[in-house]
């Protein structure tokens, strides 16, 4: 079977004329309309939407002589009958004709456009199915900058002027499409993900990720996407903060798009801050996707409400580990207050520093607290204790981990107690 060619072109200052009124035709006229397309509708009985698209309306049977000086018609009737005098007129006259849902009877095809007008892309299945070309227009969508009319406005100008520099533009090209992303991956569970940090994390170029990253999220990207490992974990650094920020602009410059994915949420206690700042000094084109906090949504995950009538009017949310490997224990006096919740992270490996400021402070050596582990996860496990039995009870948990403090446990007690 021989293939059929197509050429793609651009038919300026041209009028349609549309045959038919019911749904098949309103999505033609909505196409037509979109694209700033004149065109006439002939038809026994109209959609109420194609008379708010086309003031040009005749209702009546479609008769051949109403063709006149067109030279492109749409048949969206679905009736034989129309088909076959559009047919045997064209025999005779010059007519391009495109038959709805008929691509053999067809001169040319409808093109699912993208809406990146003065730029465009068209793509065709040649009629063999509609929904194949929608899906791959939207995926050339997404590779197009939002700002290209401006640019290309400029471009114009330029050549209006005759200056025409074909490298400096792609190079602009390639800055403009690339695009930094810090991603907020919240608690593990790839059911937890926004959707837009699902969509971007599979359809970026680059994704950059540590050991705080679940397996469950990491198989959500794609075998073509570039993975790069920038793991930091306690004990053991494979790439400082610095280096990590270097290695996204490295991939921004080759005109990459870039996944920093950031456990949690990117702004809490996640350093999402610092990589934002130096993206943007670099100029760079960054944006920011929330993720659930497991500050917030950890305690959760194990029946720990942070506030509740009776038990919590307040919560707090402290990090353990500075900069540099220091501790923060400003924090610690807070316990005193066990109406207010604490939820402390990175704070698994400081318990016996917390007990003894605890002590110093005459903190009440009864107050509940909890260890959340893999908050989300399948290995999430959940112990709760008083503070006094803190440090003996941590030797069992695992990281990643939050520390609960506070009334609220004893809600969570209750809980338990309720459902034997």
């Not at 002939?42 to 939407?49: G, Y």
């Not at 492109?72 to 007129?89: F, P």
């Not at 992303?181 to 993900?193: F, K, M, T």
């Not at 903190?363 to 503070?387: F, G």
């Amino acid at each position: 079977m021989k293939k059929r060619e197509t050429l793609p072109i651009l038919l300026k200052e041209q009028h349609i004329l549309l045959i038919g009124g019911g749904n098949v035709a309103l999505q033609k006229a909505e196409v037509l309309s979109e694209n700033n397309i004149s065109f006439s509708v002939i038809s026994k009985e109209i959609h109420p939407k194609i008379k708010t698209l086309c003031s040009d309306i005749q209702i009546k049977n479609f008769k051949t002589k109403d063709i006149q000086k067109h030279l492109i018609v749409i048949d969206a009737t679905g009736n034989e009958k129309v088909t076959q005098k559009l047919l045997k007129y064209k025999q005779k006259h010059p007519l391009l004709l495109n038959v709805v849902d008929k691509p053999k009877v067809c001169d040319f095809y409808f093109m699912a456009l993208t809406k990146n007008a003065p730029l465009q892309i068209a793509v065709s299945s040649s009629g063999a199915s509609p929904t194949v070309a929608k899906y791959f227009r939207d995926k050339c969508q997404t590779l197009m900058p939002d700002n290209m009319e401006t640019f290309l406005e400029a471009l114009q100008a330029q050549r209006d002027k005759g200056i025409i520099e074909i490298e400096k533009t792609l190079e602009e090209i390639e800055k403009m499409r690339a695009k930094a992303y810090l991603v907020g991956c919240g608690l593990g569970d790839p059911e937890l993900l926004t959707l837009k940090a699902y969509n971007i994390i599979k359809e970026v170029d680059v994704v950059l990720y540590d050991h705080l990253i679940s397996d469950e999220i990491m198989a959500i990207v794609p075998e073509r996407t570039k993975r790069v490992f920038v793991g930091k974990e306690k004990g053991f650094h494979t790439k400082p903060q610095e280096e990590i920020n270097k290695l996204i602009h490295k991939y921004i410059k080759k005109g990459y798009s870039v996944a920093r994915l950031k456990s949690g949420d990117p702004f809490i206690f996640g350093r999402g801050a610092e990589e934002l700042f130096y993206l943007s000094k670099k100029g760079i084109n960054t944006e920011v996707i929330p993720g659930i906090s497991s500050a917030v949504s950890g305690p959760l995950m194990a029946n720990i409400p942070i506030t509740a009538r009776d038990y919590s009017n307040a919560f707090t949310v402290v990090s353990a580990h500075l900069k540099g490997n220091a501790i923060n224990l400003d924090w610690v006096p807070m316990l005193e207050n066990r109406d207010h919740t604490v939820i402390v992270l990175m704070g698994l490996t400081r318990i016996k520093e917390i007990v003894q400021q605890a002590k110093i402070l005459d903190i009440e050596m009864d107050t509940p607290c909890a260890i959340v582990s893999n908050a989300s996860r399948k290995n999430q496990t959940v112990l709760t204790t008083t503070l006094e039995n803190l440090e003996e009870v941590s030797l069992g948990a695992s990281r990643p981990s939050i520390l609960v403090f506070g009334d609220v446990i004893h809600y969570t007690n209750r809980l338990k107690e309720s459902q034997k």
